[in-house]
C-alpha cells in the first residue's frame, strides 16, 4: 500500500510538474494551448460506485441493481509541446461527467425494493502522453497514448425508500491510461482537432472486485500554438 501511495504522488506530481512547465514557457511559439469538448460514452461498471453489486447493513446484506449507464460529456484544456517530426508532448485537465441513473437497492429473498439511488458519476482525469505522427506532419493524422491520474466522484441521493447505511459522496483515486487516435487540421492562426480516445480509468489501485471501469470519448478541440513541425 506504501508503494502505491507513493507511485500515485509521483505521477501527480510529475503531471502537474509538467502542466506548470508549460504553463511557463506558453510564450513560446512553439507551445500550445487548447480548449476540448465532446462525449464520453462509458461501459457498464462506471456506475458501479460503491465496486459491489451487494450492500451490507448490519447481518443483513441486500443486492443492487443498477440501471444502465448512460453517454455524458467530456471538458477540458490541454497543453502541447512539438518534441520533433513525429512526437508531441501534452498534458492537461478535464471534467468527464455522466448523467444521472438509478441504483436499487433489493431484497435479496423477494427481489423487492428497499430504497432507490439516484447518482451522477464525475471523472477528473489529470493527463500527460505522447501523440505520435507516423506519416508527415502536415497530415495531422497520428496516435496517442496518455497516463492519467483520475479523481472518480459520485453524488448519490436516497429518492424512495428508507435506508440510512450509505456513502452520499463516494470517492476514489486510480491511475489509468488512454491510447487513440487523431486529425489536426491547420486553420493558420488556429488548429483544429479531432481525437478519439478509449479510457481505461482504474488500471493501478483497483480494490478486491473492483471491475474495469472504462469509457470512450471523442473530443474536439481548437488549439493555439503548439503545431507540430512541416
Same mark, same amino acid.
Given at each position: 500500500?506504501?508503494?502505491?501511495?507513493?507511485?500515485?504522488?509521483?505521477?501527480?506530481?510529475?503531471?502537474?510538474?509538467?502542466?506548470?512547465?508549460?504553463?511557463?514557457?506558453?510564450?513560446?511559439?512553439?507551445?500550445?494551448?487548447?480548449?476540448?469538448?465532446?462525449?464520453?460514452?462509458?461501459?457498464?461498471?462506471? #456506475?458501479?460506485?460503491?465496486?459491489?453489486?451487494?450492500?451490507?447493513?448490519?447481518?443483513?446484506?441486500?443486492?443492487?441493481?443498477?440501471? /444502465?449507464?448512460?453517454?455524458?460529456?467530456?471538458?477540458?484544456?490541454?497543453?502541447?509541446?512539438?518534441?520533433?517530426?513525429?512526437?508531441?508532448?501534452? /498534458?492537461?485537465?478535464?471534467?468527464?461527467? +455522466?448523467?444521472?441513473?438509478?441504483?436499487?437497492?433489493?431484497?435479496?429473498? #423477494?427481489?423487492? /425494493?428497499?430504497?432507490?439511488?439516484?447518482?451522477?458519476?464525475?471523472?477528473?482525469?489529470?493527463? /500527460?502522453?505522447?501523440? +505520435?505522427?507516423?506519416?508527415?506532419?502536415?497530415?495531422?493524422?497520428?496516435?496517442?497514448?496518455?497516463?492519467?491520474?483520475?479523481?472518480?466522484?459520485?453524488?448519490?441521493?436516497?429518492?424512495?425508500?428508507?435506508?440510512?447505511?450509505?456513502?452520499?459522496?463516494?470517492?476514489?483515486?486510480?491511475?489509468?491510461?488512454?491510447?487513440?487516435?487523431?486529425?489536426?487540421?491547420?486553420?493558420?492562426?488556429?488548429?483544429?482537432?479531432?481525437?478519439?480516445?478509449?479510457?481505461?480509468?482504474?488500471?493501478?489501485?483497483?480494490?478486491?472486485?473492483?471491475?474495469?471501469?472504462?469509457?470512450?470519448?471523442?473530443?474536439?478541440?481548437?488549439? +493555439?500554438?503548439?503545431?507540430?513541425?512541416?
Amino acid at each position: 500500500m506504501k508503494n502505491l501511495n507513493l507511485f500515485r504522488t509521483i505521477i501527480v506530481v510529475a503531471v502537474f510538474g509538467l502542466i506548470s512547465v508549460l504553463s511557463t514557457y506558453r510564450a513560446r511559439a512553439d507551445i500550445g494551448l487548447g480548449i476540448f469538448a465532446g462525449l464520453a460514452t462509458p461501459n457498464s461498471e462506471i #456506475n458501479n460506485i460503491y465496486n459491489s453489486d451487494k450492500l451490507t447493513e448490519g447481518e443483513t446484506v441486500n443486492n443492487l441493481v443498477r440501471d /444502465a449507464a448512460k453517454t455524458g460529456f467530456d471538458i477540458g484544456v490541454k497543453f502541447r509541446l512539438p518534441l520533433g517530426n513525429s512526437l508531441l508532448l501534452n /498534458a492537461g485537465i478535464s471534467w468527464c461527467n +455522466f448523467p444521472k441513473t438509478n441504483i436499487y437497492i433489493q431484497n435479496p429473498t #423477494n427481489n423487492s /425494493a428497499l430504497a432507490t439511488l439516484v447518482t451522477t458519476q464525475n471523472i477528473v482525469p489529470i493527463s /500527460a502522453g505522447i501523440n +505520435f505522427y507516423p506519416l508527415t506532419r502536415s497530415l495531422g493524422i497520428y496516435a496517442t497514448g496518455e497516463l492519467t491520474y483520475n479523481i472518480m466522484n459520485s453524488t448519490v441521493e436516497v429518492t424512495a425508500g428508507n435506508y440510512s447505511n450509505i456513502d452520499t459522496k463516494p470517492t476514489y483515486n486510480r491511475t489509468g491510461i488512454g491510447l487513440g487516435a487523431g486529425l489536426d487540421l491547420d486553420l493558420f492562426l488556429t488548429l483544429i482537432n479531432i481525437e478519439a480516445k478509449y479510457n481505461f480509468a482504474n488500471v493501478i489501485g483497483k480494490v478486491d472486485n473492483e471491475k474495469a471501469k472504462n469509457y470512450l470519448t471523442l473530443n474536439v478541440a481548437v488549439y +493555439f500554438g503548439g503545431k507540430a513541425p512541416k
